[in-house]
């Protein structure tokens, strides 16, 4: 892939099942939980607690790279399904993640130059399905998120994605800028939605391409949109200036599938 732009710019079925979700409670449950292989998303662990069994899981969740939260019992008791969390709490992944070569092997078995969506801290779960949902139905080739500060893949990201998580690449990051630069020098342009960017319409959206989408209320991280090529408008009418993380990332994807296709 070359990154030569004027200034205007097959299903994936990796064969995952949906694993047991939601919460394991107690500290066994936990560890055992990290030895048996599971993506375990977060941890939430009683603040101050130091023993053996918790001193076992902490270092399992850092050779896991697993984010871990130290918490009030008055919260894991309000977290708790089962009233038996034993000061430990662990969120597992509702299914696998992919890997970034996952993306890569779809586009090009389908023969397509790359499309991927880049999630900058979306926290709502149905936000991050529904998304996941338009990233399968116009056909592009892979979620990217972060692993701080976003959703994970939960049982309600499961069902609000409505059936696409079983066929749409979802790769959690550590660092989402690193991944940028890495895909730029592969060839990628990416592009981010800001009411402050130009038109979609007047910018060059065809070939290798990343859409970065910003967290609910705050949107694209400054960071994040530093490191876009261009920053994408959505023309607004009405006398609402904003849209729903997960509208605006449909929008600018089917003006993107458009001009793709032309």
Same mark, same amino acid.
């Given at each position: ?7 205007? &710019?097959?299903?994936?079925?990796? &064969?995952? $099942?949906? *694993?047991?979700? #939601? !919460?394991?409670?107690? %500290? ?5 939980? /990290?030895?048996? &292989? ?15 069994? *918790? ?6 969740? $850092?050779?896991? =790279?697993?984010?871990? %939260? ?6 894991? =008791? !309000? ?22 070569? =996952?993306? +890569?092997? @779809? ?7 790359? /499309?991927? /969506?880049? @999630? ?16 399968? *139905? ?39 800028? !690193? ?17 402050? #960017?130009?038109? +979609?319409?007047?910018?060059?959206? $065809?070939?290798?391409? #990343? ?24 023309? +607004? ?24 296709? #032309?």
């Amino acid at each position: 892939m070359k990154r030569e732009r004027n200034q205007k &710019g097959e299903d994936f079925n990796r &064969g995952d $099942k949906p *694993v047991n979700t #939601g !919460q394991i409670e107690g %500290r066994n449950a936990v560890i055992e939980a /990290f030895r048996a &292989g599971r993506t375990i998303d977060k941890v939430y662990i009683l603040d101050g607690c130091h023993d053996g069994p *918790v001193e076992t899981i902490r270092r399992e969740a $850092k050779k896991h =790279d697993t984010i871990i %939260r130290f918490v009030s019992k008055e919260r894991l =008791d !309000q977290m708790s399904e089962a009233g038996m969390h034993q000061g430990v709490i662990a969120l597992a992944a509702s299914y696998h993640y992919a890997t970034l070569e =996952d993306c +890569m092997k @779809l586009a090009r078995d389908r023969n397509e130059e790359p /499309f991927l /969506f880049f @999630l900058d801290g979306i926290e709502d779960p149905h936000n991050l399905g529904a998304i996941i949902r338009t990233c399968n *139905v116009v056909g592009a080739h892979g979620v990217i998120i972060p692993k701080n500060r976003a959703v994970g893949l939960t049982a309600t990201v499961s069902r609000a994605s409505a059936g696409a998580l079983n066929y749409t690449p979802v790769v959690k990051v550590t660092n989402l800028k !690193q991944t940028m630069e890495s895909l730029k020098e592969e060839g990628m342009w990416f592009v981010c939605a800001d009411m402050d #960017g130009t038109p +979609m319409y007047d910018l060059n959206l $065809k070939g290798a391409i #990343g859409m970065v989408i910003g967290a609910e209320g705050d949107g694209v991280s400054k960071l994040i949109k530093e490191h876009c090529d261009m920053v994408a408008a959505i023309p +607004m009418k009405g006398e609402i200036n904003s849209l729903n993380a997960s509208v605006a990332a449909g929008v600018l994807a089917y003006e993107i599938a458009r001009q793709r296709r #032309g």
